[in-house]
Nanobody, 115 residues
Framework: VQLVESGGGLVQAGGSLRLSCAASGSTFSINAMGWYRQAPGKQRELVAAITSVGGSTNYAGSVKGRFTISGDNAKNTMYLQMNSLKPEDTAVYYC?????????WGQGTQVTVSS
């Protein structure tokens, strides 16, 4: 599976961005997908995830109510709508796909929120 993120950029606090993750390859094998982020000097953390069957979602507490994860199976694309962005949301955002017990990662996209 190959994952390609897009949609990052620079935005002012309070603004919005939408990230996309296009999946290719053996996408039928994907059990779940998610967005992770890593800020400088910090560990990578889960932001949001969605299951392939049923579309169940879960969110980190810090983004709940502001971010929305969704998927378009026909396009093999996952999205992360980010609203009310804060400077602490600044990080490299990575797309993740889980197949059985194996993780696949995209190259990451930078999100910078200015105050």
């Amino acid at each position: 599976v190959q994952l390609v993120e897009s949609g990052g950029g620079l935005v002012q606090a309070g603004g919005s961005l939408r990230l996309s993750c296009a999946a290719s390859g053996s996408t039928f094998s994907i059990n779940a997908m998610g967005w992770y982020r890593q800020a400088p000097g910090k560990q990578r953390e889960l932001v949001a995830a969605i299951t392939s069957v049923g579309g169940s979602t879960n969110y980190a507490g810090s983004v709940k109510g502001r971010f929305t994860i969704s998927g378009d199976n026909a396009k093999n694309t996952m999205y992360l709508q980010m609203n009310s962005l804060k400077p602490e949301d600044t990080a490299v955002y990575y797309c993740n796909a889980l197949i059985a017990t194996e993780d696949y990662w995209g190259q990451g996209t930078q999100v910078t929120v200015s105050s």
